[in-house]
């Protein structure tokens, strides 16, 4: 009778705390942003080469943001003399109407002189993204590389701050108070 009682008791707080830590494991979404997408740019040598972008982000309740955004950029070498790549960990998203600003830290790159505080926003202009959804450059903090960027920065940011070019191929999405 005993190892019955433990093994019910023991299968129903496994139960309850599985469904805990599932309803934790789903914390609430204020604003979110995703999309992939390519922009036509001209290299050195003046030929159009296909800036491509990728990106998702959370921002939750309590003001932070979690997500990932990455570019690459065959219109310039890195360090290394391959195409630029750029892996950013977000950490700051502001969203005022269609537009979402973003700031972050370099995660991985092939340019050491461009590892500082990154920022760069995004604009869903509707469906089918393709010729009406926008994107900026992405800016870094500054060229001194003794001084640090706050990410968080990106929170002072306005609709005029980080200029926003027409994407060619793709689809962003933002989306504000899920």
């Not at 995703?34 to 982000?57: C, I, P």
């Not at 700051?92 to 505080?117: E, W």
């Not at 869903?124 to 010729?131: H, L």
Request: charged share 20%; aromatic share 8%; proline share 4%.
């Amino acid at each position: 009778m005993f190892k019955t009682k433990i093994g019910k008791a023991a299968i129903f707080l496994t139960v309850t705390l599985a469904a805990a830590a599932s309803l934790w494991a789903i914390a609430p979404i204020l604003a979110s942003a995703s999309g992939e997408g390519t922009l036509f740019v001209q290299n050195d040598n003046g030929d159009v080469v296909r800036r491509q972008f990728s990106l998702s982000a959370r921002m939750y309740p309590d003001g932070t943001a979690k997500g990932q955004a990455i570019l690459h950029n065959p219109a310039f070498s890195g360090a290394n003399g391959q195409k630029y790549y750029l892996q950013v960990d977000i950490s700051c998203m502001k969203v005022i109407g269609n537009t979402a600003f973003f700031g972050g830290t370099t995660k991985r790159t092939n340019d050491p002189n461009l590892v500082d505080a990154v920022y760069f926003s995004v604009q869903d202009n509707g469906e089918p993204g393709r010729g009406v959804d926008k994107i900026s450059r992405a800016f870094f903090f500054d060229d001194d590389p003794n001084t640090t960027g706050d990410p968080a920065l990106c929170q002072l940011s306005s609709n005029t701050d980080l200029p926003l070019e027409t994407i060619d191929s793709g689809n962003i999405n933002v989306k504000n108070g899920q």
